[in-house]
């Protein structure tokens, strides 16, 4: 139950990716046959990828590390790119850590940057996106959807107010693609981060969209790879990968939706009966596969555990921040008090979970809190 932090490989995807770790070992950079056959691969990757985003052009995927590294490149890449027109950037109080910390960091280097809150459900309103927008603004990052709460934001709203101020969008959709549907096109984005775990592809492989005509200053500077974007020998097993793991998923997204919306709701209507239990995140505009929850007077620490204990591997937020005892900033920022944060708890589902697996959960989960809320000196006890 913690797909949000990694997911498995689809044995598919494996299947696809073994070739290029033995037999298939050419750099596309090589003009001989194993090299050509390699070039050949990495493209249709890419045009993989690009299908599943809804891009026209297959020339606009830029393969990276992963999110973080396409997070950092869009952000840091546009700011600098873009300086001269401006130095003023709006993103809001919810987005992953990789967002967060590149902004606070351009912020040090001069850059300003606007914070927009978010109401009691995780909700960015588009209005207020478009008053904070003066005319030094040059980017917009907003993410498609919440991976701590589910809630899914109304992106095309935004990149219409974008597309109309001639502001750069940059999105993050790391914890949407492959569970809706995106696309680049209709939702007026000019940069999107996509992470390859996150469809079921291997670790250590992510890619950026990048807006035909958009122009970003690379920090992996080299021998020129990836359009010059993206310096470095590219890692086909992991591109391979990450592109077959794009085109299961464009194949099978309304099915795997509609399956995980039905385990979704049973853990949310079931463990809702439990008193002093609450939602959070917007009920209905949230992704197919997140279940999250606050419990009053106990810890979300003793909830993990205990249901480890029980052979069940849950989260109180992101895997990314979880270094640190301060709870999540998406639900601070959300109107949550300190102590009601602490309390939460993290279900996202995947490909290979199954309805036995939600029995089990919703047998657990009631039985962890009652003996959790029976230490508990802050519990009223009746």
Known sequence: MDYGSASPVDPRVLEAMMPYF??????????????????RELE????????????????????????????????????????????????????????MNTLKDLQRSGFEVTYIPVDKDG???????????TEKTILISIMYANGEVGTVEPVKEIGEIASDKKILFHVDSTAAVGKVPVSVEE?????????????????????????QGVRLIPFMLGGGQEYGMR????????????????????NEIAGDGARLIRMRDR????????EYTYLT???????????????????????????????????????????????????????????????SLLLTLGRYNSEEDVDHVLESVPEVITKLRALSPLYPKK
């Open 267 to 274: 853990l949310v209507d079931t463990i809702l009966k439990t």
């Open 44 to 99: 249709a990757a890419r045009s993989k990828v690009a299908a599943l985003v809804g891009a026209p052009n297959p020339k606009s995927i830029i393969f990276t590390s992963g999110a973080t590294e396409s997070n950092n490149l869009a952000l840091r890449g546009a700011a600098m790119r873009y300086k001269d027109k401006g130095n003023h950037i709006i993103t809001s109080s919810i987005e992953h850590m990789s967002v």
């Open 123 to 133: 909700l960015v309103d588009a209005e207020r996106v478009k008053s904070a927008i």
């Open 187 to 211: 939702e007026h984005i000019d940069l999107l981060t996509i992470s390859s775990n996150d469809v079921y592809g291997p670790r250590g492989a992510g890619a950026l969209y990048v807006k």
């Open 281 to 343: 995140g917007h009920r209905t505009k949230r992704l197919p596969n997140i279940a999250s929850f606050r419990f009053s007077f106990i810890e979300g620490e003793s909830i993990i555990l205990q249901l480890n204990d029980m052979g069940i591997t849950a989260s109180t937020g992101s895997a990314c921040s979880s270094k640190t005892l301060e709870p999540s900033h998406v639900l601070i920022a959300m109107g949550l008090r300190h102590e009601e944060a602490h309390g």
């Open 231 to 250: 310096s470095g020998s590219e890692n086909i097993p992991g591109i391979v990968g990450m592109g077959k793991a794009a085109e299961i998923a464009r």
């Open 22 to 39: 033995d037999k298939d070992i050419g750099n596309p950079s090589s003009l001989h046959s194993a090299g050509r056959r390699a070039k």
